[in-house]
């Protein structure tokens, strides 16, 4: 049995840097990848978009994403604070947190793992890595894995 395409559902990037989120974006046209990407360029608005609070508050504004792509470093509520919020939220913890950050710190790797990231993942320096990275994250998360659906 294979599983059904997730090409409707939303990818949640959250990332302060709009370049990163820009290439990332264009990486995943590139290898077929046609899902909506919503970007949160802060912890506290990652959050806001998660519970449907702030300015997503309208019902339909923000769905629930089939993948987080987190990154770590940012100011205010950082991705550590994000994914500890995320994984004791029982409506939100199954969906799937991907870190997607520069750090390859063995303290920051194993923090996130032990909060409850579901992969690790650090951002390729290059345009052809980045390429890579994202056809491997799309065939697996998307293409290989059976993903909790949107009533759990």
């Known amino acids: 049995m294979s599983n059904p395409p997730l090409k409707s559902h939303t990818i949640l990037v959250v990332d302060d840097n709009e ?27 990652a ?3 998660l519970k449907h609070g ?5 019902i339909g504004i923000a769905e629930r994403p089939a993948l987080i792509l987190l990154d770590l470093n940012m100011p205010g509520m950082d991705g550590h604070k994000v994914l500890q ?3 004791e939220d029982a409506s939100l913890r199954r969906i799937p947190v991907i870190i997607w950050t520069t750090s390859s710190n063995d303290k920051d790797i194993d923090a996130c793992y032990q909060t409850g990231a579901n992969a690790y993942m650090q951002k390729p320096a290059t345009t052809e890595g980045l390429l ?16 909790p659906g949107d009533n759990l």
């Open 19 to 45: 370049d990163d989120y820009e290439a990332i974006v264009r990486a995943f046209k590139k290898v077929g990848l046609n899902n909506p990407v919503a970007l949160c360029k802060t912890g506290k608005e």
């Open 47 to 49: 959050i806001g978009f």
């Open 54 to 58: 702030g300015s997503f508050n309208e």
């Open 85 to 87: 919020q995320i994984k």
């Open 132 to 147: 890579e990275s994202v056809k491997r994250l799309k065939e697996y998360w998307l293409e290989a894995v059976l993903l």
